[in-house]
């Protein structure tokens, strides 16, 4: 049984541009969260998606989007980057309380 | 107010037992947990409580949560090199039908021999 995957592993891209990130949660999970992870921090909620709607958002502006597909993986979109931006971006998967955290992808924004 | 702190740094000998703590603000809390994080990598669930629980013992992890002094404490027995991480506390806090995790900032365990 395969954990939750996320692709691609690492990222780089320059400021102004945008990028999707994605997530497929563990087999019997049906929610998704997104979190970054900046150097030296611990991870910042970003929001959850359940049954394909967000349902609930954390700290961070407009430019973060996401969306979650009838199989239950998601993706997390960014735009308009800014160097600020860059960190590990983890996706959990739950189904019930425990959240199970995928192996991240590293975005470096120059 | 969200937030939850922890101390930066704990070494330890091989052998020896660790104690990380955290100090947590939510009262409405429904879970507290610690995560472990190696270089590089996602985070690992190590164990978890239950708000209304004092104490759980899982193999050579004991937590001890303390509710009126909002503390919350991991302890390894019989430290390993292995053990060698960043442990993260969390606690989540549900609203509604949604569920959210806030970090500390993580304690980096270094095991020496």
């Known amino acids: 049984d395969a954990g939750v995957t996320q692709s691609p592993t690492h990222l780089i891209k320059t400021r102004g541009q945008q990028v999707t990130l994605r997530c497929s949660p563990k087999?019997?999970?049906?929610?998704v969260s997104w979190y970054q992870q900046a150097l030296g921090q611990g991870p910042q909620f970003i929001f959850q998606?359940?049954?394909?709607?967000?349902?609930q958002r954390g700290n961070f502006p407009d430019r973060f989007s996401g969306h979650q597909f009838p199989n239950y993986s998601s993706e997390l979109n960014v735009n308009a980057l800014l160097l600020g931006d860059s960190a590990l971006y983890l996706c959990?998967?739950?189904?019930?309380?425990?959240?199970?955290f995928g192996p991240g992808t590293r975005l470096t924004v120059l | 107010g969200e937030d939850v702190e922890q101390s930066l740094f704990l070494s330890v000998r091989e052998g020896d037992s660790s104690v990380i703590n955290c100090t947590y603000t939510?009262?409405?809390?429904?879970?507290l947990y610690w995560y472990k994080q190696e270089p590089g990598a996602g985070l690992q669930l190590l164990t978890y409580?239950?708000?209304?629980?004092d104490m759980k013992q899982d193999q050579r992890l004991t937590v001890l949560l303390n509710k009126k002094d909002k503390h919350l404490s991991l302890r390894i027995a019989d430290t390993q090199t292995g053990d060698s991480a960043i442990y993260f506390c969390?606690?989540?806090?549900?609203?509604?039908?949604?569920?959210?995790?806030?970090f500390g900032t993580g304690t980096r365990l270094q095991v020496t021999l």
């Open positions: 959990a998967s739950s189904r019930g309380t425990l959240q199970f």
């Open positions: 087999s019997g999970h049906d929610t």
């Open positions: 998606y359940y049954e394909e709607e967000e349902r």
């Open positions: 939510d009262s409405s809390s429904t879970y």
């Open positions: 409580i239950f708000s209304n629980m």
């Open positions: 969390a606690e989540g806090r549900e609203t509604g039908t949604a569920s959210k995790l806030t």
